[in-house]
């Protein structure tokens, strides 16, 4: 059973190992446990539906609970803390193209608005109905979730976009194959999520982003259909896909993805390598990237991040050995921890594990072997729920991410941690901040910020205190050139920082194809953009 008002299944826990409890409160003080509201109590709290009920449409105050928030900050602080002002007015689950059509026609005739939610995992309120709005009702699509087609000789699947995760590669491995699409959040998003927020999967570094994964499909828009035939490469003007791509529920539900699969690999590793500093790992990674070594993933902590991994991790006795050996060699304070993938054939990963090895060696690096890197795997899909146990202790944990080019990485990425904790100390609280390298390009990287802080006894204090650190941290990287999100997505939080990004007449031919598709602002209301 999914968990109402926190990350994944009920009966899957991430216990806070004991030392990293007693790490915790020396880096941000100890963490007031504050109860969490009932789910009986947030049930009461549900008001009667503004919608008039319909063949496929749940008006059962539970399943408009589940889908009232995502998983953002303010979602979390919502929902366990009985701060949910706006609910769904219903849900409906559609099991196909003509169900959904059906759905825009009841919308026309009873001023609905309508919420696409794939698997809920957006950070950014992408599925949050509002308050000021009329009838909400969010279209739940996972009941498409069927594989159509494989053709194994063009290494193309037709899916049905509602597909989660775990689904879409069970039914893909049966037959030999992987799309290797995995972001963090890959035991609940979905297909058509990942390709209405341009979502980026660990391993993007080889398999590469959404974008490049999704071939075509069919979405439903309230003018009609849209059909995008899957083609390796067009020159018949600007590619529609590209609107579909990042448009958050705004331009039509995506009903079926075609996408771009491979053979299942022969060889998976993931090695750690350690530096003596972030600067120089960051050098090496750069250095990778641009040789073009074929590695499938490269995930560069600086030091503080590094630090909490290995406290976090539980394995005391390990990492106690592994310091005392770091130090040795004088990897200490400042170390930087780098995991490294090799995905492929035995020849390409062996290929690709002693080139990077190699440049890595002459930045300094040290090659540490795969026991840290398995721990890493073990924990990917796993290392969300620590977010439950944190919330419990009473911390609250967020994440800010940007990507700029190497030029600017370093400077930004230094900066973004400055602002963060300069927020939270007009407050009087300390904040743990740290950072990796998640995705690596030729000419840049995406940068990712952690930042972990007491929660208040009042969920607004917690909220301040959020709004503060987040509108710090987004205004040094729209300073500095980044972009507001380079896997997220805008949703409302990233709303009011795309101006900088796209320019007034970028945001005019975004709200232009809008109007285009959607005169009647059917979906998602704003979202994106206003
Ligand atoms: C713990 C955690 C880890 C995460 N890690 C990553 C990560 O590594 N990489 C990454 O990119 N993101 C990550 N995210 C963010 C989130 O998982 C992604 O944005 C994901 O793509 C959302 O997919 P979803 O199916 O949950 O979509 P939802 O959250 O349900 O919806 C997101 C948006 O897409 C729209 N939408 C959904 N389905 C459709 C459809 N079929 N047609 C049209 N519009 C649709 C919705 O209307 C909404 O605007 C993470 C989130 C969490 C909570």
Redesign the pocket.
């Known amino acids: 059973m999914r968990r109402w008002n926190g990350?994944g299944d009920e009966a899957t826990h991430y216990p806070l190992p004991e030392s990293a409890g007693r790490f915790l409160e020396t880096k941000v003080g100890t963490g007031l446990r504050i109860p969490d509201v009932a789910f009986e109590r947030a049930l009461v709290a549900v008001p009667p539906s503004r919608l008039p009920p319909y063949q496929q449409l749940s008006l059962d105050p539970a399943d408009r609970l589940y889908h009232a928030r995502?998983?953002?900050l303010p979602d979390w602080v919502a929902l366990r803390q009985g701060r949910v002002e706006a609910f769904p007015d219903g849900v409906a689950y559609p099991a196909s193209d003509e169900a959904v059509r059906e759905l825009f026609v009841y919308a026309k005739r009873t001023g609905a608005r309508l919420?696409?939610?794939?698997?809920?995992?957006?950070?950014?309120g992408?599925?949050n109905p509002r308050a000021i709005d009329s009838p909400a009702l969010t279209?739940d699509?996972s009941r498409?979730n069927r594989l159509i087609d494989l053709d194994l000789t063009s290494q193309l699947a037709t899916f049905e976009?509602?597909v989660?995760g775990p689904d879409l590669e069970r039914q893909l491995k049966e037959r030999g194959c992987t799309l290797g699409h995995?972001?963090?959040?890959?035991e609940?998003?979905?297909?058509?999520?990942?390709?209405?927020?341009?979502?980026?999967?660990?391993q993007s570094y080889h398999y590469g982003?959404?974008e490049d994964l999704w071939a075509g499909g069919h979405?439903e828009t309230p003018q009609g259909p849209i059909d995008l035939p899957p083609l390796p490469a067009s020159a018949a003007g600007p590619d529609l896909r590209h609107f579909?791509l990042g448009?958050?529920?705004?331009?039509?539900?995506?009903?079926r993805?075609i996408v771009r699969v491979q053979r299942v690999p022969e060889e998976e590793d993931f090695h750690a390598i350690f530096f003596h500093d972030w600067a120089s790992g960051a050098s090496a990674v750069r250095e990778i990237a641009q040789a073009g070594i074929p590695v499938s993933m490269l995930r560069l902590s600086n030091a503080r991040e590094t630090e909490v991994t290995l406290a976090l991790s539980g394995k005391d006795q390990l990492v106690g050995l592994a310091d005392r050996g770091l130090r040795l060699f004088k990897y200490d304070e400042d170390r930087a921890l780098l995991i490294l993938g090799v995905t492929g054939g035995k020849a390409l990963t062996h290929y690709a594990y002693h080139e990077a090895t190699a440049i890595a060696r002459r930045h300094g690096g040290f090659a540490a072997g795969k026991t840290i890197g398995q721990l890493w795997r073990k924990s990917r899909f796993l290392?969300?729920y620590l977010?439950n146990t944190l919330w419990e202790q009473g911390y609250a944990l967020d994440t800010v991410e940007t990507a700029l080019p190497w030029s600017k990485v370093e400077p930004t990425a230094l900066a973004i941690q400055a602002a963060i904790r300069e927020a939270l100390q007009g407050f009087n609280e300390r904040v743990l901040v740290f950072a990796h390298l998640?995705h690596v390009y030729a000419d840049g990287a995406s940068v990712y910020t952690t930042y972990l802080w007491r929660r208040s006894p009042e969920p607004d204090q917690t909220l301040a205190h959020w709004q503060a650190m987040k509108h710090a941290a987004s205004q040094v990287l729209i300073a500095s050139g980044g972009t507001i999100s380079?896997?997220?997505?805008v949703?409302i939080d990233h709303r009011p920082y795309l101006a900088v990004e796209k320019g007034m007449i970028g945001l005019q031919m975004i709200e232009a194809v809008r109007h285009q598709l959607d005169p009647d602002r059917l979906?998602?209301p704003g979202?994106?953009v206003e």
């Not at 698997?119 to 950014?124: L, M």
């Not at 995995?182 to 890959?186: A, I, L, R, T, V």
């Open positions: 990350w995502g998983q953002s919420i696409p939610y794939g698997g809920g995992t957006s950070v950014v992408h599925i279209i699509l498409l976009a509602g989660c995995f972001p963090q959040s890959w609940l998003s979905t297909l058509g999520g990942w390709i209405a927020t341009r979502s980026s999967g660990q982003r959404i979405a579909l448009s958050e529920g705004r331009y039509g539900i995506i009903t993805a290392s969300p977010r998640s380079h896997q997220h997505g949703g979906l998602n979202k994106l």
